[in-house]
């Protein structure tokens, strides 16, 4: 199942890390990796345009989870700031270690890593996470 709630053009590897990198189910990282092959093979042969080579659909991949991660995350703040509903909060932990994940894993995206890190730490649990709220701009969570 496709998400075509914004009906807007996007990189090629945007539907593919919606459902992997998805906001409220987190997939085991070989399970993950496992489909991302899969779906590049399949997009190479349908004659979608993606990297030759894996590495660097998979960076491809990766990065644009990173922009679609903070996308999201400030459409959760939104709610939350503008509308009230603080139901989307609890899905904030898991957001931050895709973006730690990620980030780490590549030289140019360092400083972001960095700013991560300072602002909930290395290796934070989920209740440190949230209890980072503050930071984020988020009071009495």
């Keep these: 199942m496709l998400d075509f709630q914004d009906a807007v053009y996007g990189p090629v590897s945007y539907d593919a890390v919606s459902l992997l990198r998805d906001a409220f189910i987190e997939w085991d990282e070989e399970f993950v990796l496992d489909l991302a092959i899969r779906y590049w093979e399949k997009a190479r042969a349908a004659g979608l345009p993606v990297p030759e080579a894996f590495d660097d659909f998979y960076r491809a991949f990766e990065w644009m989870g990173v922009q679609r991660h903070l ?5 959760f703040a939104r709610l939350y700031h503008r509308d009230g509903k603080d139901k989307y909060l609890a899905e904030i932990p898991r957001f931050i270690k895709y973006l730690k994940r990620t980030t780490r ?17 290395r290796d934070a649990t989920d209740e440190e996470l949230q209890s980072s709220y503050p930071v984020l701009g988020v009071k009495g969570h």
Excluded: C, S, T
């Excluded at 996308?71 to 459409?75: E, L, R, T």
């Design 105 to 121: 894993r590549y030289a140019e995206l360092a400083p972001f890593y960095q700013l991560l890190v300072d602002l909930v730490g």
């Design 71 to 75: 996308k999201v995350a400030g459409i």
